[in-house]
């Protein structure tokens, strides 16, 4: 029986291994480094006030009902070729038939002096709790006065949907700590010409209006060059902030990189796949790792686990191949609470409709890697509000 192994247990991989769940001339053994999956739409709600269930889900779980599955939870180091086998960092080899890798993307800095040290994340649930507690710390440890300077950088969907929702969840800790209110300032600080650059300009154009009235100031043409303990230094002067929140950069898995013998990589650090997505017979690169035009998003990820998944059953029973991974994905930012803008090609649309659209969208998002039923059940709860703070934490809804 074929072993086929999928390194990573993100949008692609959890997707691939639902979609091959029942097949019963194949074994798969899916493996990722963490025991739960990110639901990284959602990391932004979860630093600003929701339950973290809505993007920690645990793997198992997505996998209970599967006949031919085992997870495995390591950090993968090394691909041998030539024994087919993968190492993990635990000393741990497993052997494949066919390998699928879907290892998502890295944090980068770019070399930025002090931002490792000194900024916050929130590309990781790690991070997303990290920064919660920080925030909420920062506003309630201090005197019971909230004057502080909320810095994100980057104004891509990360950053413009933090933003937008970072003022709304300042002000309800604020209200219930019953602090002294003054103004807290939230910039937004993006090196290039425009927020939100791999959307249209109309797009942009409508997101800095919206996030003028709630009050973020964008900073646009500023690159950021260093950090400390409380300044932030970019190229049009100083910032003063212990709250500065890297929402920027992103890179190819470190993976990939480290094994130049099996893959080939673009100018850009991504793998170099052909029409099937493989880099050989026996191995796929999708998801975020593959050089592909639309790569970078989740659906785009989901798509890659759809057509890999056909492509395997029709190799097993020799029938056509599936031909076309690339479609253009439909991309929605919400930007604080009932206000999103969509964009699909050039088609640009924004307003309370398109929030509501893109809750309920959520529900696909879901039900790509949980099914209907638990998918309905986490959305179901999706808006309810959790903190540790036992003034914070009334578990009530948030709105
Ligand atoms: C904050 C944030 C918000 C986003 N919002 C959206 C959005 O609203 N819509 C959208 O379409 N896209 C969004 N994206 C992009 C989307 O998350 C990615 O495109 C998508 O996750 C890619 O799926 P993937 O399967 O390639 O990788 P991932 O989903 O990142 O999964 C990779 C998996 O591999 C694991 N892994 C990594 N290295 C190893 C290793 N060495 N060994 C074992 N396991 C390993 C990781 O822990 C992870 O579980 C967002 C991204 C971020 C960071």
Not at 192 to 218: D, F, H, N, W, Y
Not at 223 to 233: M, P, R
């Amino acid at each position: 029986m074929k072993h086929i192994v999928i390194a990573g247990g993100g949008f692609a991989g959890i997707k691939l291994a639902r979609k091959l769940r029942k097949q019963k001339d194949i074994r798969i053994t899916l493996i990722n480094d963490l025991e739960y999956f990110r639901y990284s739409p959602a990391l932004y709600r979860a630093v600003t006030g929701f339950k973290i269930g809505i993007a920690r889900l645990p793997i198992e779980w997505m996998l209970i009902d599967s006949d031919n599955v085992s997870v495995v939870i390591g950090r993968i180091t090394d691909i041998n070729r030539a024994n087919k086998e993968l190492k993990l960092e635990d000393g741990q080899k497993i052997d494949y038939d066919e390998v699928i890798f879907a290892l998502g993307a890295a944090n980068n800095y770019f070399g930025i002096e002090g931002l490792n040290e000194y900024s916050y994340g929130v590309k990781t649930v790690h991070d997303a709790i990290q920064l919660k507690v920080h925030i909420h710390n920062s506003l309630t440890q201090k005197a019971k006065v909230a004057d502080e300077n909320f810095v994100i950088i980057g104004a891509g969907p990360t950053g413009v949907e933090l933003a937008g929702a970072l003022g709304a969840y300042l002000i309800e800790v604020a209200r219930k700590h019953k602090l002294k209110h003054h103004p807290v300032k939230i910039y937004l600080v993006e090196a290039g010409p425009r927020i939100l650059p791999q959307m249209s300009e109309q797009a942009s154009r409508k997101v800095s209006q919206r996030l003028a009235k709630l009050g973020v100031e964008t900073l646009v043409n500023t690159a950021v060059q260093s950090e400390t303990l409380s300044e932030l230094k970019t190229s049009v002067g100083m910032i003063k902030s212990k709250n500065v929140i890297w929402a920027a950069g992103t890179q190819n898995n470190p993976f990939f990189k480290e094994h130049p013998e099996v893959f080939s990589l673009n100018k850009r650090g991504y793998v170099i796949v052909n029409k099937h997505l493989q880099v050989s017979p026996d191995i796929y690169v999708c998801g975020d790792n593959a050089a592909t035009t639309y790569s970078g998003l989740a659906e785009t990820a989901v798509r890659h686990a759809n057509f890999i998944a056909k492509d395997i059953i029709a190799r097993i029973h020799h029938t056509g191949r599936p031909k076309h991974y690339e479609k253009a994905s439909m991309q929605v930012v919400p930007v604080g609470n009932r206000w999103s803008v969509f964009q699909y090609k050039t088609l640009v649309i924004s307003g309370g409709l398109i929030s509501v659209i893109r809750r309920f969208a959520d529900i696909f998002g879901y039900t790509d890697v949980l099914g209907p039923i638990k998918a309905l059940t986490i959305w179901a709860n999706s808006d309810r509000f959790e903190d540790d703070c036992p003034i914070c934490d009334k578990s009530q809804r948030y709105n």
